[in-house]
């Protein structure tokens, strides 16, 4: 409930900050997911040291609202994405397992442009991210199934339902019309957290946390 206030306080003091004379416009992104989300914490149990976790290309899209105040160079752009990510989870004593998985993200990124003439731009952006899992107990579902011989069942590993990242960013703008651009999510919570109450792995698992670490590349296109 508080991530959820800090959006709307975020995006609130975004539109009281913005001139009057601040053009808006609405697009359409979309792009590819690159995650590296760290597992390390989990494979320092010695139980889970040869279990791997392959991170896969997944893609993201949806609508976004572009700001931009004339003259002086700063904007901002609000969007809400559909974002896709799979994994492969490898133990040597079972078959890969390829778990999915299905989010809403809301970023809210202050950018400032270069303006390079009437044909190209440059921005770099920053700014807060808002993930809301749709199926957030899927991939732990999937890992505790995987590692189920190698832990105590009562030790498991909870997925959270919404998660804060920091973005970074930059780009390049085309004819005002086309931006071409990567971003960093760099995961502020955590993903998920090991949940141990009992069993031979309790002190290791307990509070054993999964980061989210995404590279986005992306296309948008302004109307």
Same mark, same amino acid.
């Given at each position: 409930m508080r991530k959820q206030f800090l959006l709307l306080v975020i995006i609130a003091g975004l539109a009281l900050a913005m001139p009057a004379k601040a053009q808006i416009k609405f697009g359409l992104k979309l792009g590819t997911n690159i995650s590296n989300t760290d597992f390390s914490e989990m494979r320092e149990i010695d139980q889970l040291k040869d279990v791997a976790i392959k991170n896969n290309a997944g893609f993201f899209v949806g609508p976004v609202m572009d700001i931009k105040i004339p003259l002086l160079g700063f904007g901002a752009d609000i969007a809400l994405q559909y974002s896709y990510n799979s994994y492969t989870i490898e133990t040597p004593e079972m078959q890969d397992r390829k778990s999915k998985q299905h989010m809403f993200e809301i970023p809210v990124h202050l950018k400032y442009n270069f303006d390079l003439g009437s044909i190209l731009g440059l921005y770099v952006a920053a700014g807060p991210s808002f993930g809301f899992n749709i199926n957030p107990d899927s991939f732990w579902k999937d890992l505790t199934i995987a590692v189920a011989d190698k832990i105590d069942g009562n030790n498991t590993y909870k997925r959270n339902s919404t998660e804060v990242y920091l973005d970074f960013g930059a780009g390049l703008t085309i004819l005002s019309k *086309?931006?071409?651009?990567?971003?960093?999510?760099? =995961?502020?919570?955590?993903?998920?957290?090991? /949940?141990? *109450?009992? =069993? *031979?792995? /309790?002190?290791?698992?307990?509070?054993?946390?999964?980061?989210? /670490? *995404?590279?986005?590349?992306?296309?948008?296109?302004?109307?």
């Amino acid at each position: 409930m508080r991530k959820q206030f800090l959006l709307l306080v975020i995006i609130a003091g975004l539109a009281l900050a913005m001139p009057a004379k601040a053009q808006i416009k609405f697009g359409l992104k979309l792009g590819t997911n690159i995650s590296n989300t760290d597992f390390s914490e989990m494979r320092e149990i010695d139980q889970l040291k040869d279990v791997a976790i392959k991170n896969n290309a997944g893609f993201f899209v949806g609508p976004v609202m572009d700001i931009k105040i004339p003259l002086l160079g700063f904007g901002a752009d609000i969007a809400l994405q559909y974002s896709y990510n799979s994994y492969t989870i490898e133990t040597p004593e079972m078959q890969d397992r390829k778990s999915k998985q299905h989010m809403f993200e809301i970023p809210v990124h202050l950018k400032y442009n270069f303006d390079l003439g009437s044909i190209l731009g440059l921005y770099v952006a920053a700014g807060p991210s808002f993930g809301f899992n749709i199926n957030p107990d899927s991939f732990w579902k999937d890992l505790t199934i995987a590692v189920a011989d190698k832990i105590d069942g009562n030790n498991t590993y909870k997925r959270n339902s919404t998660e804060v990242y920091l973005d970074f960013g930059a780009g390049l703008t085309i004819l005002s019309k *086309v931006q071409l651009g990567f971003t960093y999510n760099l =995961g502020l919570t955590d993903a998920a957290k090991g /949940r141990g *109450v009992g =069993g *031979v792995v /309790r002190e290791a698992w307990d509070g054993n946390a999964v980061k989210s /670490r *995404v590279w986005k590349i992306s296309a948008t296109y302004i109307f």
